[in-house]
């Protein structure tokens, strides 16, 4: 069947692939990858390209939101000098 991987949405983009549902549990797909037999469990692929492109986009909107409060903290930081191999 073919699967759409969201796994990594945020960095490769989604992966379009020919797979099948593992007999451990339909929960999760493999795929032959050349040398390497890979595997993704729910709710890193879809049997959708609709789904797949929600499921980006909500990780997306999360990395969004994480870098926001990363980037927030590190604004409100306050930089001070202390003496070395003191703890605080």
Do not use: N
Request: charged share 30%.
């Amino acid at each position: 069947m073919i699967v759409w991987i969201t796994k990594y949405a945020l960095t490769q983009g989604i992966l379009k692939a020919e797979a099948e549902v593992s007999s451990i549990s339909e929960r999760m797909i493999s795929i032959e990858g050349g040398r390497f037999l890979e595997c993704f469990h729910k709710p890193h692929w879809h049997t959708t390209e609709e789904d797949a492109l929600a499921q980006a986009e909500e990780m997306r909107r999360k990395k969004i939101a994480s870098l926001k409060k990363s980037l927030d903290k590190i604004e409100k930081m306050k930089i001070k000098i202390s003496d070395f191999g003191s703890s605080g």
